[in-house]
């Protein structure tokens, strides 16, 4: 537990030495697909970039960010997404998504009797983020067994994290709805929106039309460029939505120092004005999830939520065994996974599989599975 912040649990990861271990002792080396970490490379125009001349301006970058990169967000949920009209006024760039998730508690000025609800199986920084602000994170399944609980800020994952899973737009409209009329926020983490194949039927972002009614009060969307372009050595992400809200997310920014560096911002912009680095990085990933999701499959795992939805990164699979016992059994085969228990209690029997190791990983994974 941290010294410095009551209730801040261990980080999950540092339980994963004695499987990665022995994963690493297999005679072919280890494959970790317990991380979604990127392995390919950045797309060779967001590099110029980075190097090029506006970004080696000598001053202090703008915590707002410059007008292209704003203009650049904006056009992107328009073309990849379908929220159209977006103001680019209403984009604020962050340093990669997990700082904002972490922080934004704290920004919106959550406290103490605050509640923060959170999906059932969820990334673990949206309990951290309430942790850190003091407010008491309330998992959705348990919400109604919680008592009287002022609701503040409501997160929603599509495709999520850990699992994959899809939510229909149906879903997310009665999100929307029970969010304002408890005078909520809600925040959508969407960073796993453009590993969805170029918007097919199904996959909305929380600020398209069909979902929101075409108002934006009330809704913040937060995106990362980590999955979509490789950038997560960048720390490039952006959050939009309601512009009351993005407004005072960037005054108390502006306290806090917290600014994108000039060269990841005109980096960033370049990956936001392409779109086909995009759709081919989901093209690998998807092809990369076939392999693995039938070879998981024979070896006798169960894949669920992620079965028939092909977007984000991660395969969703069962042993129907405690998920400690399966870590260990695939450690064994020298390939490393995530146990389930990480994303939430109903994760116990679950492991989290990465699509985030090259070709020549992911098919040696693939080999040990069957033989």
């Not at 537990?1 to 990665?20: C, K, N």
């Not at 999830?289 to 984000?312: F, Q």
């Not at 996974?337 to 693939?366: I, K, M, N, Q, S």
Request: with cysteine; charged share 20%.
């Amino acid at each position: 537990m941290s010294p410095f912040i009551a209730g801040l649990p261990d980080f999950p990861w540092d339980s994963l030495a004695e499987a990665t271990a022995k994963a690493a002792a297999h005679p072919d080396g280890i494959v970790d697909l317990s991380v979604g970490t990127p392995v390919d490379e950045v797309p060779t125009a967001i590099r110029a970039a980075l190097a090029s001349e506006p970004a080696q301006a000598p001053g202090y970058p703008a915590t707002w960010g410059t007008a292209a990169l704003r203009g650049a967000a904006s056009a992107a949920m328009g073309r990849r997404y379908g929220v159209d009209g977006l103001n680019p006024d209403a984009v604020l760039p962050t340093i990669g998504s997990k700082e904002l998730v972490a922080w934004l508690p704290t920004l919106l000025g959550l406290g103490a009797g605050d509640a923060v609800v959170i999906p059932e199986l969820a990334y673990p920084t949206y309990e951290v983020g309430a942790r850190i602000a003091g407010a008491d994170p309330v998992r959705a399944d348990s919400l109604l067994s919680a008592g009287p609980a002022r609701v503040r800020l409501v997160w929603v994952n599509s495709p999520s994290n850990p699992t994959g899973r899809v939510l229909p737009v149906e879903h997310l409209r009665k999100m929307v709805d029970w969010t304002r009329e408890r005078g909520a926020v809600l925040a959508a983490d969407e960073c796993y929106l453009g590993l969805s194949g170029g918007r097919p039927e199904g996959v909305y972002s929380v600020l398209h039309p069909e979902v929101c009614g075409g108002s934006h009060a009330g809704l913040l969307a937060v995106h990362s460029l980590s999955k979509t372009s490789n950038l997560a050595g960048y720390r490039a992400g952006f959050v939009t939505g309601d512009p009351s809200l993005v407004a005072g997310l960037l005054e108390v920014r502006k306290h806090a120092g917290m600014m994108m560096p000039r060269p990841v911002q005109v980096a960033m912009t370049a990956a936001l004005e392409d779109d086909t680095h995009v759709a081919a990085q989901w093209a690998r990933y998807r092809a990369r999830r076939e392999k693995l999701a039938g070879a998981l499959t024979s070896a006798g795992l169960k894949i669920e939520h992620s079965d028939n939805a092909p977007a984000g990164l991660y395969l969703w699979a069962t042993a129907g065994e405690p998920c400690r016992a399966t870590v260990d059994r695939l450690a064994g085969l020298g390939i490393l996974v995530a146990p389930g228990e990480f994303y939430g209690p109903a994760g116990a029997r679950h492991v989290r599989v990465a699509l985030t190791a090259t070709d020549e990983r992911v098919d040696a994974a693939v080999q040990r599975l069957l033989s």
